[in-house]
């Protein structure tokens, strides 16, 4: 019996973990966790992912999760670069103080 169908992948933020036992205790709410067929949660990242073979709603896993009295957030994607740092056209990098302050007359902050 084969199944067809890719698994379906989510990544959550897990917040309050301090140790094993929590890992434990987070994987099992998770597991418990109607559609969900495997669950890996990593202390050092604060994270967990989850797998099923249908879509699982994020509420319910942060419902579990927060039951359990830790708290869960959905994984951001990575973030889009820093700015450059603005360049002051009198000498250098704001010279004439911090993003903020008021420039000299012919300091010109893009």
């Not at 890992?23 to 669950?39: H, M, N, Q, S």
């Not at 009198?90 to 000299?104: D, I, Y």
Request: with cysteine; hydrophobic share 40%; aromatic share 4%.
């Amino acid at each position: 019996m084969s199944s067809s169908a890719s698994p379906v992948a989510q990544s959550i933020n897990i917040e309050g973990m301090t140790c094993a036992s929590c890992v434990g205790r987070v994987e099992r709410v998770l597991a418990a966790v109607p559609g969900v067929d495997k669950v890996s949660v990593n202390l050092a990242t604060e994270s967990a992912r989850v797998e099923s073979s249908q879509p699982v709603a994020f509420a319910l896993l942060a419902q579990a999760v927060d039951k359990a009295g830790y708290h869960a957030a959905p994984e951001l994607p990575p973030s889009a670069p820093a700015p450059a740092t603005p360049t002051c056209f009198c000498s250098g990098p704001w010279p004439c103080g911090r993003p903020g302050a008021t420039p000299r007359r012919a300091c010109i902050a893009l």
